[in-house]
């Protein structure tokens, strides 16, 4: 089937190939004979998840008056998912693309994530403590991934508006079992893998993962590579029936050499070269547009955590959880620019991000988690305290190289011929910092309480709320050419974030809900500083969401289906540039604009009969910039908006359990990237296909075959008015290989 055909399948059919699951909503007769006992563990074999590993949501997923997706283990494996931006293709209304210079910042090789419109790459959190930013995030050491979707700084304090991530580490058990992968697919790209759990005694266990992949060069240029090394070490002590222990170590490092972008030609670099304006054409994207031997990106990343469990009795337990955290990243990524004048149909080859940045990080949480029945009402109370200190220092950089041509004549002005390809610059040097650093070191101190009440058998109300006193103080450099640096800027929020939510169980296994929450966005909340104290002075962003949904549990709990309608408002600071009376421009800043997002979700999670499971999602969102100071913004989307997206994949096994197959698509009804009140560019549909095969040859060996972008759909998935673009991934093979021992 070509790709054309597989455009047909728009967000009609995939919407409706959810909705095909709500008519047994209404069939009372099934949800009557359904169980009633919960599951509160994590399950491990299978789509569905009934508990988030957040202890902040008591209740199980299906019950929890929010929309929460959950990215299984299992599916991860069936997809053969091996990074963040991978696994949440399962989530619709999620990006993992958006920003470029139309969105604010630049494309960056990093982890960037939005949802429903709002950036949320500041919302990454692991094990319920924010994340260290500034790197892609493998999967190797993590059990599931957690997608929590509209405002919620109540639960996780300072935050955009549209959600936050939660990743789940896999941590040592009282078990015994281990297992090795390999892996190897057709971007030339190894990977191995292992993971080993072992109980030491009858209160110890030892869990390792370990992590090695080199390989992925994606359009075959010859020079991208990307190269891991991870180690994760957790042990458990369980010092009585009431008490454990477990001590976390994850150390990860990348040495890679990645493509920023290729070549987009805007339209004055269209009208110099002859060529259509937009993305250079696909049989292009195989060359290499920077300069060889230049571009790289070391990352370093460490983090320790301490967790204590103790259950004081059978109403009240008690976890403090503690965490060091350090991330260094040193890059240099080439920016495919358009030179202008008579040499606007070149690229400029010295024109580069370069980033060399530090961040620490310390957190540690106590909560006391509460639950007691009374006559007719019954409580499921936590109450916490976290206290974090998190500092990050971003240096300004000088590019000190030096370019010859290959015969070692220096070049003053090196440029790039991208349609006569024939990249023979050579380089030397490299960066040097020049003192003009961005630091921030800030510090939260917070209280927090979370309440689900159930009234009877068919109320219940959720009431939660959390107070941030958020402090930061550092310094900041702004400028191009002459750059002008700031020392003792600081701010200073205190501020109440809450939500409430009232349930109408219609059954044991079903309910309709209607929740508010809100979320406060403080001056600094990325450990960076205006150099203009005016808008440090500003009061938090903030946005608020309304959301009506409805969730139900079908085939014996296997199968969960949800629906939501929602909308989010957010407050946020808006400028206006004047002159003054000397004549120079200064920028004033006011806390006036307005965007919002609303729309509505189908998904459904689980199995659908013994042998076949699914994950479906589908969202329809319509954001607007509803005010601003400027009249020509008003009406223009957000980045990483997509007005439909949508995500299937099914799998089924058979065979007596050894054969498994399964296959989905991904549906997006396309991007506008917006850059000065205007549309830059704009990405059409796309939908992209993927299959597996695996067969348990015995039950310790599985060899499983995975197809990515099974058409070779070509598709655009970030922008830089700059002029350059990322693609997506073209068609792609791996072969992967497990064994249990």
């Keep these: 089937m070509d790709s054309k055909t597989f455009k047909h399948f728009t967000k009609t059919t995939l919407a409706s190939t959810v909705a095909l699951c709500i008519p047994f909503m209404v069939a009372a007769e099934e949800i009557q004979q359904l169980e009633t006992t919960k599951a509160n563990t994590i399950s491990e074999d299978g789509y569905k998840v009934d508990q988030s590993s957040n202890v902040k949501f008591t209740q199980s997923i299906a019950n929890t008056p929010k929309t929460i997706n959950v990215i299984s283990s299992q599916v991860l494996e069936d997809q053969g998912v091996t990074s963040l931006n991978d696994a949440l293709r399962n989530v619709a209304g999620v990006s993992t693309f958006g920003g470029g210079e139309g969105g604010g910042g630049v494309v960056s090789a990093s982890d960037k994530v939005s949802i429903r419109g709002f950036d949320a790459r500041s919302n990454i959190y692991v094990d319920g403590i924010r994340d260290i930013a500034g790197y892609s995030r493998d999967l190797f050491n993590y059990e599931q991934v957690e997608v929590v979707k509209g405002s919620s700084s109540s639960l996780d304090g300072r935050s955009t508006g549209g959600g936050s991530l939660n990743l789940s580490t896999k941590r040592a058990r009282l078990d015994s079992f281990n297992s090795v992968t390999a892996r190897a697919d057709s971007f030339g790209t190894g990977r191995v893998t292992a993971d080993i759990n072992q109980k030491v005694s009858d209160t110890t266990a030892a869990r390792i993962n370990l992590l090695y992949t080199d390989g992925g060069d994606t359009f075959d240029n010859g020079e991208e590579n990307y190269q891991t090394l991870g180690l994760a070490v957790s042990g458990l002590y369980q010092a009585s029936e009431k008490t454990d222990v477990t001590l976390d170590l994850f150390m990860m490092e990348q040495d890679n050499t990645p493509v920023l972008g ?131 220092t ?36 490299g960066l040097e910092r020049n003192g003009n650093n961005n630091t921030g070191e800030a510090s939260t101190v917070a209280i927090y309480a979370f309440d689900t009440i159930k009234l009877g058998e068919q109320f219940q109300i959720d009431l939660n709320a959390r107070y941030d006193n958020f402090e930061i103080e550092g310094a900041g450099c702004s400028g191009r050419g002459t750059v002008v640096c700031s020392s003792g800027l600081n701010a200073e929020e205190n501020f109440l974030s809450y939500g409430a939510a009232f349930s109408y169980l219609l059954s044991a296994n079903a309910n309709v809900y209607v929740s508010y929450s809100d979320a406060q966005q403080p001056p600094g909340t990325e450990l960076a500083l205006s150099t203009n104290a005016d808008q440090n002075n500003l009061d938090p962003e903030n946005a608020k969401t309304i959301e009506l949904g409805t969730k139900w549990e079908l085939f014996e709990q296997q199968l969960l289906l949800s629906a939501a309608i929602f909308s989010t408002k957010k407050e946020v600071v808006d400028s206006e540039r004047l002159t003054d009376s000397e004549g120079n421009s200064v920028t004033n800043y006011y806390l006036t604009g307005e965007q919002e997002s609303k729309g509505f979700e189908l998904g459904a999670v689980g199995k659908l009969s013994e042998s076949l499971s699914i994950s479906a999602s589908y969202v329809s969102l319509e954001t607007e910039i509803t005010q601003d100071l400027t009249a020509d913004s008003v009406g223009n989307g957000l980045q990483g908006a997509p007005d439909d997206t949508a995500s299937l994949w099914l799998s089924y096994t058979g065979m007596n359990d050894k054969l498994s197959l399964g296959g989905g698509l991904n549906y997006n009804s396309g991007e506008t990237f917006w850059r000065q009140n205007r549309a830059y560019f704009t990405v059409d549909s796309y939908t992209t296909a993927f299959f597996m095969a695996s067969y348990q040859f015995t039950d310790a060996l599985k060899v499983q075959l995975n197809v990515d972008n099974l058409t070779d759909e070509e598709y655009v998935t970030d922008y830089s008015a700059k002029g350059h673009f990322r693609p997506g991934n073209p068609r792609s093979f791996s072969v992967y290989a497990k064994y249990d021992f």
């Design 262 to 392: 290729l070549p987009f030609l805007t339209e004055s670099a269209a009208t110099a070269t002859g060529q259509a304006e937009g993305p250079i054409n696909s049989d292009m994207w195989d060359g290499y547009y920077s300069v060889k031997g230049r571009d790289f990106e070391e990352v370093s990343t460490q983090m320790y955590t301490l967790t204590v469990n103790h259950r004081l009795n059978d109403t009240v337990s008690l976890r403090s959880q503690t965490r060091l955290a350090s991330n260094e990243k040193q890059s240099v990524l080439g920016r495919p620019w358009w030179n202008s004048g008579d040499e606007a149909h070149l690229l400029n080859a010295t024109r580069l991000q370069a980033l060399d940045e530090e961040t620490d990080l310390f957190v540690t949480q106590l909560d006391s988690i509460w639950s007691f029945v009374g006559e007719g009402i019954s409580h499921d109370l936590v109450v916490g305290v976290e206290y974090a200190k998190e500092e990050k």
């Design 394 to 429: 971003s240096y300004g950089v000088d590019a000190n190289y030096v370019y010859s041509d290959a015969n070692g004549n220096v070049l003053d002005n090196p440029t790039i011929e991208p349609f006569n390809l024939n990249n023979n610059i050579q380089v030397s040097g």
